[in-house]
């Protein structure tokens, strides 16, 4: 990668790890959105005496599912925008914990070399900077 590269793609230390907790959120969101489908439920009241005000369930249920398929959805596309064909690569490795480029080489077969691997996913936290900001 050539150094206009580095510098372009640079994030502080802790910006980078803001993103990295971000991006690590992703398997739980896939499993909250699998799970969390109980859409039928009464009208609460709120509890507030003589307030009036009706607390809708469904209507906030599905405010939280939209919301969590909003995530998934910016990692993948960003994923996506870093590199299309290096995706899946990209999306296993800054969604969990422990994933290496020895990993993706040896059990996942990467077509890629290491160096252009980081700078992918580089440019992927980058891109993610620029989305969420």
Same mark, same amino acid.
């Given at each position: ?45 709120? %509890? ?10 469904? %209507?906030?249920?599905?405010? !939280? ?21 290096? !995706? !899946? ?23 890629? %070399? ?16 620029? !989305?969420?900001?």
């Amino acid at each position: 990668m050539n150094s206009k590269n580095c510098r372009e793609y640079k994030l502080s230390k802790n910006r980078y790890k803001e993103l990295y907790y971000f991006c690590q959120q992703y398997s739980e969101w896939k499993d909250m959105l699998r799970f969390s489908n109980h859409s039928v439920k009464s009208v609460l009241l709120s %509890g507030m005496p003589g307030s009036g005000m009706l607390k809708d369930q469904t %209507g906030e249920l599905a405010e !939280k599912r939209v919301g969590l398929q909003e995530k998934i959805n910016l990692v993948e596309a960003t994923a996506e925008e870093a590199d299309p064909i290096l !995706k !899946k690569f990209i999306i296993k490795a800054v969604t969990n914990d422990g994933i290496t480029y020895t990993y993706l080489s040896q059990c996942m077969e990467i077509p890629c %070399g290491k160096n252009m691997y980081y700078e992918k996913r580089r440019k992927f936290y980058w891109l993610l900077d620029k !989305k969420l900001k």
